[in-house]
């Protein structure tokens, strides 16, 4: 069964990029995007035009983003009974030593650097793939309870 | 006009004959020359001359002091008109007048000091205060005279009056306003300088309150307290320059200086006030504190300006980066060599840039992030440069040795980028063969840690030893080493920082020897 990623990110070319990393990490994964906060929430609660929206195993957040900012989605996700499970990576290029410990306080499930150069982004995103979508065991995709 | 004086005058006889006729036997005339000869006693014993005259002006007794005085022996003045050793002023006084008796004339002389001007028998004069006193006497009352010479007295008060003309002098003189003031706090006395800098005429400050001119701090200087008597308040003043603020006729105020000195006078302390109008001096003051000020913001704007426009630069230009890179491993081969060789300076174009703009990033931080100084093991800060640096070091094959290295007062993060920087220089810059490396410390005369980063490289020639620590500066072209120019800018700002200094010693194909200095730590290691 393939992987289900939310990628909430406003940069076309980050999106670009991150799929195409992904393509070549692993061609089982189906990256969903949503190009901001508001966009990101309708999806995780199937709202409006996702109603079919299917529950991401892992959610790849950018914190600076339009209209909901990363850190107001993350904390929603994370005060939301059904949503806060599932694993919350933040993926930023914000080196702040604010956003990072703000981040762990909202009970990120880590946080991370979009590296500068492409070879070492593409080492991310590998590494990504193979500890949260391989190694490590995801809670059950239905809701529980 | 008055009968009695002219009675006076009708009897009038000459002393010196009346003396002369003292051998007379008789017995009024025997107690008069006892009189006379316990008087002559007195008369020898007067620290004064003393010369004795007769309503006629003749001299009919003098002391030894008197001889002395004018330099003639006695028998050539006794007889002889007073009017010989006092020409002028003295006679006069002994006559009647129209107006007035002898014993008027007398009278209102009488006891008060008279200065005339004496002459010697050589002809020179001196100046003399002279006190007259009437003694009753057989012919009638004659004027015993007390004279003086003052001639001391008189080149005293000459001295003091040309003192006083050369203090004015001084006073009009001075550069600055100078203004007198008594305790009271009236001024006494000013100069020109006052006058123009205050704006009135002398005569409309003459006598008036000084806190017309200087409204506060100065008066209330000059007084005594319940702490302090006058001389203390005063002394406590003298001689230091206090700021205050002086107030034109015309209202308007301006910022002076006051130094205070005392004057010694007869009416007490006055206290002399130079004042300098400092407003020029205080606005260049006020100038330099805003400079200072735009210097340190702009400062301080274009570390910031460097930090984000460098941050922000990055990220169109990962963008850039990234797609060439994707473009040149997607399509590689499948594409004519041409795009493929544009593809590959595309791609080597922004990844220099990025380093710049890493590097950059990395100089503006070492300014904008506080500076977390704290006692720390230097050896420790190198072997995390190393092993940040374990790649670069495999790969060249160096050899890096090192002393046991102190403890130092310094920011951690800054001290191993400035490690990692050097030996990461010392690696990079080599001839074919093993490089070396080794880093050592040592105390300075200043007692201050000098520590060396040595290699055995290609050495830099002593005409660059400034330039290398300047920012882009670089020294070989591109295709021989990459690089952007300013890991040695950073080492400059990290040590400068820390209050230390960096520089190099070297020379072509002889190594390069880059030494700095830090802080100790106040525990010895």
Not at chain 2, 257 to 276: H, K
Not at chain 2, 359 to 371: F, I, N, P, Q
Request: charged fraction near 25%.
């Amino acid at each position: 069964m393939p992987k289900e990623i939310l990628l909430v990110e406003d940069s076309p070319g980050d999106v670009r990029l991150t799929q195409e990393a992904f393509r070549d990490a692993n061609g089982l994964t189906q990256l969903h995007v949503a190009a901001d906060g508001v966009e990101a929430m309708a999806f995780l609660k199937q709202e409006g035009t996702h109603v079919h929206a299917p529950r991401p195993d892992i959610i790849l957040l950018d914190l600076n983003l339009p209209k909901m900012d990363g850190r107001q989605v993350l904390a929603q996700i994370k005060q939301d009974d059904d949503l806060k499970t599932i694993p919350t990576l933040i993926l930023t290029t914000s080196e702040a030593e604010a956003d990072i410990v703000k981040s762990y306080r909202l009970y990120a499930n880590c946080y991370l650097n979009k590296p500068v150069r492409f070879d070492a982004f593409e080492s991310l995103v590998k590494s990504i793939n193979d500890f949260w979508l391989t190694k490590v065991k995801l809670p059950p995709r239905a809701p529980s309870g | 006009m008055r009968p009695e004086g002219r009675k006076t005058k009708a009897v009038r006889s000459s002393p010196t004959v009346a003396i002369r006729d003292l051998s007379r036997p008789d017995a009024a005339e025997k107690h008069l020359a006892q009189m006379e000869s316990k008087y002559h006693g007195l008369l020898e014993a007067a620290p004064d001359a003393m010369v004795v005259v007769n309503q006629g002006g003749d001299i009919v007794l003098l002391n030894l002091q008197a001889e002395k005085q004018f330099g003639y022996r006695r028998d050539e003045l006794l007889g002889q008109k007073v009017t010989n050793i006092i020409p002028v002023g003295f006679a006069e006084r002994l006559i009647a007048d129209d107006l007035r008796s002898t014993e008027d004339a007398l009278a209102q002389q009488i006891g008060t000091g008279i200065e005339l001007i004496a002459r010697r028998k050589d002809g020179s004069e001196f100046p003399i205060e002279i006190m007259l006193s009437p003694l009753e006497s057989a012919e009638g009352i004659l004027v015993t005279a007390a004279i003086r010479d003052i001639s001391a007295r008189k080149t005293d008060e000459k001295h003091l009056a040309q003192m006083e003309s050369k203090y004015r002098g001084l006073l009009e003189a001075a550069p600055d306003a100078m203004v007198v003031v008594n305790q009271g706090g009236d001024i006494v006395l000013l100069n020109l300088q006052a006058e123009k800098q205050f704006g009135y005429r002398r005569d409309e400050l003459l006598g008036q309150k000084v806190k017309n001119i200087i409204p506060e701090g100065f008066a209330e200087r000059l007084l005594a307290d319940r702490l302090r008597s006058a001389d203390d308040a005063l002394a406590q003043q003298i001689g230091t320059g206090i700021e205050l603020t002086g107030r034109r006729k015309d209202g308007s105020e301006f910022p002076i200086e006051l130094m205070l000195s005392p004057l010694e006078s007869a009416e007490g302390i006055l206290v002399t006030a130079a004042i300098r109008d400092i407003s020029v001096r205080k606005a260049a003051e006020a100038n330099l504190l805003q400079k200072v000020k735009e210097l340190y913001r702009s400062n301080e704007e274009l570390e910031q300006f460097a930090y984000f426009a460098s941050h922000d630069l990055q990220e169109p230009l990962r963008m850039v980066a990234s797609y060439t890179q994707l473009l040149a491993r997607r399509y590689k081969g499948k594409l004519d060599t041409d795009a493929e060789e544009f593809i590959a300076f595309a791609v080597d174009g922004a990844s220099r840039m990025q380093r710049l703009i890493q590097d950059l990033l990395a100089y503006s931080r070492v300014g904008s992030k506080g500076m977390n100084l704290l006692e720390i093991s230097s050896e420790g800060a190198l072997q995390q440069a190393l092993v940040n640096l374990r790649g670069a070091v495999e790969e060249s094959g160096a050899v890096v040795t090192h002393d046991p290295l102190p403890a130092v007062l310094a920011d951690e993060m800054q001290l191993v980028q400035l490690f990692q920087n050097l030996v990461a220089n010392a690696i990079k810059y080599q001839k074919p063969g093993v490089p070396l490396v080794h880093i050592s410390a040592a105390r300075n005369v200043e007692k201050k840690w000098q520590f060396s980063v040595r290699d055995n490289g290609l050495g830099i020639d002593p005409q660059y030893f400034e330039r290398i620590f300047g920012l882009f500066q670089r020294l070989h072209k591109r295709e021989e080493f990459a690089g952007t120019g300013i890991g040695l800018a950073i080492c400059k700002k990290i040590v400068e920082r820390h209050g230390g200094r960096v520089w190099v010693e070297s020379g072509p194909g002889q190594g390069s020897t880059f030494r700095f200095t830090l802080a100790a730590s106040k525990v010895k290691s």
